[in-house]
Structure formats: C-alpha cells, structure tokens
C-alpha cells in the first residue's frame, strides 16, 4: 500500500521521509498552487452577487501548473492521500485548493506542530476531515484583501497621479501608525529642564524630589521587565524635571549649604516571573533587537529550523506548551540547575485575542542544547534565542531586593534607588531585569558627607520612531493582522517605497506620508487599526464557523465600501489636487516648498492655463519640483523628464505614442504591446509590454519582454523574433 503525504515547503521532504520510511511518497505543493483569477470586474477574479460570491481560481503561473501536474501523477500511484500543509488557516485553505484541484475524495488532514518522528506519527495515527469554517476564513481574507487592494488601489491610489502603487487592509492601516508617529515628532517643540542630583562620600547618587512619594510601591519603578525589543538597560533615574536654570542653582545651592541625613530607608523583596516562551510577534522582537534580524529574516531563519525538525512551528499567537515539553525541561533543571525548579509548572498567560490553535515556538528537543545545534550562524543564533526563552519560562521566578532611601538638606528631599538580585531565577536564560545598583548600608537619621551638588541640563525628545520588532508589538496590541502577516506587511511598505530604514527606525518617505494624507481624507475608516481590527475579529468568528462568510463580505461590500469608493470619487473629482495635497505639502516637503509657487510660460495640455512650478523633494521626482495647473477645476500635474528634457503628464493622462507600437499582440489580454526605452546601470534599454496602463497594473503586470540578441525575450513567455516586430 502506498500513501502520499502532501506538505507546502519542500524543504521538510527529507526529513519527513526519513521518519516515515517505505511505502510513503512526499511531494510538496511549493506554498499556494492557486490563486483567485485576474478577471471579471476590476479583475478581482470573483463576482459578488447579493449574499454569494462565486470564485474563479486558476494555478499560480506556470509553475503552479507543473506543480499541480506532478502532484496529479503522484495521486495515481497512492492509495490514501494525507495532506499536511501547515497548521494554521492558510496552510488548511492551502490544503483545501489541493483537494480541489487534484480531486481529493477523501483526503486526510493531518496536522503536527514539530517534524518530530513522535509528532508526525502520532498526527498520521489521528487524521482528520479539512476543516470547513478554517478554510471560510482563509477564502474570506484572500477576497477581502484582494477586494480592498484591486478597488482601492484603481478607484483611489492611482488617480491621485503621486507616485503611489498600491493601498492594502492591513498595509494601509500599518502605514497609518507609523505616519501618525511622523507627524507627532514633527509637530513636536523641545523644552529645556534641568535634572539637580547630589553625590554622598558613603558612595551614592541622589536626585531632587519636589514632591515626596511615601508609597514603597513606587520602588517598583526601579526595576521594570524590559519589552522584547529591549536593549540591555542603562540607568536613566533623573531628578524630578526642574524648569528653569535659576532654580536648579538655588536648589544646588541649598545642598551645598546645608547639612544632609537620612530620613527614610525603605527595602522589600519582590518577585519577578519568568516571561512566556515566544509567539511570533515577540520572536520578532527580540530577534530584531538582539540579533538585528528584520522580521522577514527572522521568519526565514525560523522556517529553516523548523523543517530542520528543531524548533516547533513558528506562526503562533499561543504562549501554550505541550506537558511532555515542560516535563522535559523540568527534567533537565533537575539535573543541570537543580535551584531553579518551581514547585509546579508554570502557566503564562495568553494574549487578549489570541487564536491559540497551536504551541508556543519552543526547541523540539530541550536536550539539544545551542551548541549542539549542527546549523548555520544565524540559524544558531535564532535556536540559541528559542532555547533560552523556552527553558526560562519554566523556572523560577527571579528575586529581587529593592530599596529605597531619602535624604534631606534644609526642606529639600533626594532620593536614590537601588536594586538588587538576590537569586537570579530565570534570568539565567533570560536577563529582562534592569541593570543592578547597590546602595550601601545606611540608618534613619544618619548624617551623610556631601561631596557634590550638580545639574545636568536636559531637552524634551520627541517620541521615538518605530523599530521593525515594536511596529510588530504595536501591530499585535491594535489587532492589525496575525502572526503571518506581520513580516510580510511591513516588507511591502519597504518595497513600495512608503518608508525607509534610517538609523535602524521605520520613517515614512514623502510618498508614504502624501498616500497616507490622501486615504486619511478619501477613505477614513479604512486606514484605522481599530476598523482594520474589527474585520479579523470577523474572520476569527468565521474561523469558529460562527459566521458565514459570503454572508459578511457581500454585506461589508454593499454597506460600507461601495459607498467609500463613490465618496471618494466624488471628492477627487470635485478638486482632484487640493483633496489630497493641502495638508500633507505641509508635512512632508523641504522648508522651501513653503514659499509662495512661481507661475511659468508652460501651458497646461489640458486646459491651456498656464501652469505654476511647485517645490517639492519627493524622492519620486526627479526634479526638486513639479508643475501645477493654476485652474482650480483643472488640477493638471506635470513631471519633470531629465531624459527627453521636457515637463510630461502621468503616465494614466499621456495620449499613446501610435509609434510606439508594434503588431504584435499581448499574450494575456491581446491589445497591442508597445516599445518602451529605459535606463539600467547607465545603459539604454528597451523592451516589449502591453499598451493598456489598466492591465500592465493588473493581469499584464508580467507581460515583459526584454532586447537580447535574439530578439525580445521574456521569463514567462519565451521569445519573439524581431523580423516579427514592424520597426
């Protein structure tokens, strides 16, 4: 008898034949195999009718055509057929497309979490039916996201002549967070203050308190648990903030005058509990900030390891581990660091939301210690990470001494803070406490050496920008995407060049920011994370099979984002420009965009009125300004072409050059392909596409044929001969 076992990444191939052995074939479906068609209306590859949608998929190029061929041969040699995409809504929506087209009667899902030998056969064992409200969620998002990204993009994006290249549910929403953040540090005005501090002969700091906190829990602010993304801590106590000069010199003045003793000394041991073993988000972060992985790296590293059979599947909002995993690790403090074993073990608890249809990411095996691990340098690194936060989450807490004293000179009070940690418990594996700093032995009462009284002069800073690894936190915390599409998200913001990587912080680019201005008048709704939020609350109630899912989207569809779009158009068409450039010219260009624009002898080629030359340091351009009909009902924009030397419309708003073209045919939708010059690495260049601007965007987007010496060649397509082409 034979079995084929199907699985997304190709990778897992080898090591999952090796534990199931004779009488299995493994074939792997290479991720999607299919995908929603690009046609009908706006090429959305579905129709929406009144509480229905009817679906046209087709296999993803051409390589998920030979795929799919393969994978039909393989299915005549088996007897049973077990599909084992990855554990989560995609991979079982993955599977659903696999018994589609390769018509699976009765397939058996089987779902593990560890390309484990135990894991694997023990899902074998078990199989299951496809799970049916899982693959309504995994088909609703495919269809939200394309609804949101084809219409938004043609109907909004494009016909704001900016550059811009497409909008998303959830990349547009991200987008949003970190433009708010931008304008925030623009609008922001520094203030100076001052911080005053004395230094006591008995050796420590103390900082000026205007007023004196009584409570000993205000202690705690001495050692707070670090976020993920932290780096490691540096002391940054400061005296209450002081608002002038003047008074920071009266009140060093007070202390250099005055004897200082002791009023209060205050000390209490407090408990710090272990930190959960990672979820995707918090892997993120913590890889972002200690091994200066971007998300996207992260999540390659970590499918890696997982294929590898050494990690457990790295997609998870769950912060859950298997009993047998924790029982190991308690087996392994058992004999490695005997002191550090709880009384029970320990439970953390789940994010707010959180779908915990699997464990958290963890080591397969806790005995294969980093150094063990046979492995790249950064696979290494990753595991070492894992490994660490997995075994830490099982230990003790750490125990804490913190103390706190207060002195006094004349009817001034200084307070100094310290910390220490009397037992490190999980911070063995796992360091997340701030730095220690002892302060001495010292009695109620007890008169001190004064040795210095100083000020440290001080600015406001504005709110930072965000880092990949906290924009992933603040993702998770809004409810913007899930585990998955975190990565993937802010990788496409990179490419579109809607922000940029300054300093190791996300910063929207003039782009961004003007695409962000524009959706936050055309579509407000849209771009909220609360709004954004709300649909996978959505998908989560469809996922439990609480909702039916054409029901939702056809009626999202019909009350909300019809009518967005026809806003929308209504507004760019009443002032096309002024809608959208008002308020982002402001923020987004150099101080000399603020002076007033200079009217030119150009024409515009719309209207005829003469046109006015507007500063502007888009990164987009390339000019440091653009033309701007002075006919308000016009709008007309013009760009500077440093090539033919001439001002030109947007590419949507240029009549066709007939002798650009050429007779032969577009081979997806059959308008003509036309001839197109560029530039690469300081040569001139020329290749072949589709004359229609709609479909280069849309289902031609791959329609590309490049010169070579035979003639135009495409990646896709094959070659053209040029006698075939009418010079």
Known sequence: MTNLLLIESPGKSKKLSQILGSGWIVKASMGHVRELADDGEDALGFDLLDRRIECRYEPRGAKGKKVLAELRQAVKQADAVYIATDPDREGETIGWHLQQE??????????????????????????????????????????LDKLVGYKGSKYVVWRLNIGAKSMGRVQSATLHLLCVREKEIQAFKPQNYWSVWVEYGEGFKAFYQAKLNTDPSSQSAAATELPDDATESKDSQESDRVSSQAEADRLVEIARSHPHQVVTVEGKVAYQSPPPPFITSTLQQSAGSKLRFSPDKTMKVAQALYEAGHITYMRTDSVMLAEPFCAA???????????????????????????????????????????????????????ELIWNRAVASQCCPARLRKTRVVTKSAAVHWEARGQVIEFPGYTRYWNNVSADTQLPTLKQNQLLTLTQAATDKKQTQPPPRYTEPKLVQLMERRGIGRPSTYAPTIKTLKERTYVQVEKGKLQPTTLGLELDGALEKLL????????????????????????????????????????????????????????????????????????????????????????????????????????????????????????????????????????????????????????????????????????????????????????????????????????????
């Open 102 to 143: 390769l018509r699976l009667k009765n397939p058996h899902r089987v779902v593990y979490s560890e390309i484990t030998p135990q894991a694997v056969r023990a899902a074998i064992s078990q199989p299951r039916t496809l799970d049916q409200s899982l693959i309504a969620a995994g088909r609703a998002r495919d269809c």
């Open 329 to 383: 690790v308690r087996q392994y403090l058992e004999q490695q660091d005997p002191s550090n074993v709880p009384n029970k073990t320990t439970r953390h608890r789940a994010v707010k939301g959180a779908q915990e249809a699997h464990e958290a990411i963890r080591p397969t095996d806790v005995q294969r210690s980093p150094t063990q691990l046979q492995a790249s340098t950064d696979e290494t690194r990753l595991y």
């Open 524 to 727: 407000p709704e849209l771009i909220q994370p609360e709004f954004t939020a709300q649909m996978e609350s959505a998908l989560d109630t469809i996922a439990q099979g609480k909702q039916d899912w054409q029901g939702y989207l056809t009626h999202w569809h019909r009350t909300y984002f019809v009518p967005a779009l026809e806003k929308a158009a209504q507004l760019l068409k009443s002032n096309p420009v002024q809608a959208v450039t008002t308020d982002r010219a402001r923020s987004s260009v150099s101080p000399l965009s603020k002076s007033k624009t200079m009217v030119t002898k150009t024409t515009c080629p719309q209207c005829g009125k003469a046109m006015s030359k507007v500063p502007c340091q888009s990164k987009k351009l390339k000019a440091d300004h653009f033309l701007k009909c002075g006919a308000a009902e016009c709008g007309a924009v013009m760009f500077w072409n440093p090539q033919r030397k001439q001002y030109e419309l947007p590419y949507a708003q240029r009549t066709p050059n007939p002798q650009a073209f050429t007779d032969v045919p577009c081979p997806v939708c059959g308008a003509l392909l036309e001839r197109y010059g560029y530039t690469k690495e300081g040569k001139e260049k020329k290749m072949l596409r589709c004359s229609l601007l709609e479909n280069r965007r849309g289902k031609c987007k791959e329609v590309a044929f490049f010169e070579g010496r035979e003639g135009f060649w495409s990646p896709k397509f094959g070659t053209l001969k040029l006698e075939s082409l009418v010079e």
